[in-house]
Nanobody, 116 residues
Framework: QVRLVESGGGLVQAGGSLRLSCQVS????????VGWYRQAPGKGREYVAG????????YYADSVKGRFTISRDDAENAVYLQMNNLRPEDTAIYYC?????????WGQGTQVTVSS
């Protein structure tokens, strides 16, 4: 059974940092592109960052570029999101997942709340 577990969220003041972790069990990330997504209250899920499986190329939404860094550890079946200089508008539930062809179920996500 494939399971995604996100962790590392919390309450932080604007300008602070958090490091999110995502681990997959029952499957692997190693041959898939993997991304982080977020869903703010009353809004749809949006793409935040991605990392390719082949060369580790990284991609970011404009809203987080220069502040967030995605990385992966295929030996640990894990993906990370380092978030610096957090803003109140970053408040959301954060999820990770592999690309669509993996067809992994979404996890519960981890709540990030940034106070002003």
């Amino acid at each position: 059974q494939v399971r995604l577990v996100e962790s590392g969220g919390g309450l932080v003041q604007a300008g602070g940092s958090l490091r999110l972790s995502c681990q997959v069990s029952g499957a692997t990330f190693s041959t898939y592109n993997v991304g982080w997504y977020r869903q703010a209250p009353g809004k749809g899920r949006e793409y935040v960052a991605g990392i390719s499986w082949s060369y580790g190329n990284t991609y970011y939404a404009d809203s987080v570029k220069g502040r967030f860094t995605i990385s992966r550890d295929d030996a640990e079946n894990a993906v990370y999101l380092q978030m610096n200089n957090l803003r109140p508008e970053d408040t959301a539930i954060y999820y990770c997942n592999a690309e669509a062809r993996a067809n992994y179920p979404w996890g519960q996500g981890t709540q990030v709340t940034v106070s002003s």
